[in-house]
């Protein structure tokens, strides 16, 4: 077994060749900007506008510097002065319960980093997002998303928590099986309900008013034979200016909702072909294959973690000498997290197939070029950066960045 102190070490060079890994990486991505829009793009900003897309990565750079070497030093001056052996010791003080300790020991360093990341997180809305004219929130938004979001994980992830521990207890290493079978129940759940339990605390949604939009969305159904009983429309503009529309759910709980700032921005045809690319996803069993991929992810993290979680040495080298199940949690939670990069990466190449694959669809099934230019405007009234460099891309981007959907798009319409 190795150990506490060499676990120790490779948990401390882990965070910070992450940490320089991604910055060299956000470094690259500098190095593609550009006055000149490729040739493919040309039109899509004025100069001015395009100006101003560049300021906006510049500041988001700098920013994410700030962010990243703060968010740095709080984790290693937790791992260095034993924060987390402390944390513990303090809960253990006021409990007895194991699960109320551990429920406590998250608590505790949960709200303490809310807290602590506020700052950034008023400056990010309030100050960079304001002087780009993207930021709609008003403070009264802001802390009641921020207090319903703490409230929400700590009703829902403490109840997952504490049954989780209570496996741990009950079974030892075979915790791991009942934890799978818990945490692919809850997935099921956000997938079937999300759009009609969870956003509405946050976000109002209508069904889309008849008229031609709707008429025209239903006569595109119908040709290719979705059966959708109803559109939403989110108040998106209640935060921002920035459009967009996703999918939701499976079977009869399906639901495509708009942004009611994409409807602002884009002509009907526009937004039916949008509407076409999320209907592809469904059509094409994304959504499904997401979720078995997602579950199968989940079975093999957590029974790595069964064998390691109640290692005394992973304890040891967060300053914990007895073995507890949140420190191995934490332990195993940042070893593991090359792994996770490299699941990560599968995911985000799964993820930018599939988005080709929905183009595809939108533009067999409806109007290449209508998606082609919704993405546009899309693209240009979130600033977006056109020319991000292929390593950022392959590492970082869920979605194929503008110019290479619209050759791909191209290439069908053609």
């Not at 940490?19 to 490729?38: E, G, Q």
């Not at 807290?115 to 930021?135: A, C, D, H, Q």
């Not at 946050?202 to 889309?208: A, C, D, E, G, Y």
């Not at 599968?346 to 930018?352: E, I, N, P, Y």
Request: net charge neutral; with cysteine; charged share 15%.
């Amino acid at each position: 077994m190795i150990q506490s102190q060499t676990i120790f070490y490779i948990i401390l060079s882990i965070i910070v060749v992450e940490f320089v890994w991604d910055r060299f990486l956000l470094y690259l991505n500098t190095t593609k900007w550009s006055d000149k829009i490729p040739a493919e793009l040309e039109g899509i900003y004025d100069a001015e506008k395009y100006a101003k897309q560049q300021r906006y990565s510049k500041v988001n750079y700098k920013f994410g510097w700030i962010t990243g070497t703060y968010s740095l030093m709080l984790i290693l001056g937790m791992i260095l002065f034993n924060g987390f052996a402390f944390v513990d010791e303090w809960v253990a003080g006021y409990t007895n319960n194991y699960i109320v300790r551990v429920l406590l020991f998250f608590g505790v360093l949960g709200l303490g980093s809310t807290i602590l990341n506020i700052p950034f997180s008023l400056y990010s809305t309030f100050v960079i997002e304001e002087r780009f004219e993207f930021n709609k929130t008003t403070p009264k938004i802001f802390f009641l998303d921020l207090v319903k979001s703490l409230l929400i994980g700590a009703v829902v992830g403490g109840a997952i928590l504490s049954l989780i521990v209570w496996f741990y207890q009950a079974t030892g290493q075979y915790f791991w099986l009942y934890a799978w079978g818990l945490v692919t129940v809850v997935m099921l759940f956000i997938t079937m309900f999300y759009t009609s339990v969870l956003l509405p605390l946050f976000n109002k949604q209508t069904p889309l008013e008849e008229g031609e939009l709707k008429s025209t969305i239903e006569n595109f159904c119908s040709k290719v034979s979705f059966k959708l009983d109803n559109v939403y429309v989110m108040d998106g503009s209640k935060r921002s200016t920035k459009a967009n529309a996703f999918f939701s759910g499976l079977g009869a709980r399906k639901r495509i909702v708009l942004y009611d700032t994409l409807i602002n921005d884009l002509s009907i045809d526009e937004i039916v072909g949008v509407l076409a690319h999320e209907i592809g996803h469904y059509q094409k069993k994304h959504t499904l294959w997401g979720m078995i991929i997602g579950v199968f992810q989940t079975g093999i993290t957590l029974y790595l973690l069964s064998l390691f979680v109640g290692s005394v040495e992973l304890s040891q080298a967060l300053g914990v000498q007895e073995p507890v199940f949140h420190i191995g949690l934490i332990a195993f939670g940042i070893l593991y997290s090359p792994i996770s990069g490299i699941t990560g990466l599968a995911t985000t190449l799964f993820s930018r197939k599939n988005e080709f694959e929905a183009d595809r669809f939108a533009a067999e099934f409806h109007n290449g070029e209508s998606l082609i230019a919704a993405l546009k405007t899309i693209s240009v009234n979130a600033l977006s950066n056109l020319t991000p460099h292929s390593w950022y891309v392959f590492f970082h981007y869920s979605h194929p960045p503008l110019l290479e959907r619209v050759r791909a798009l191209k290439q069908v319409v053609k």
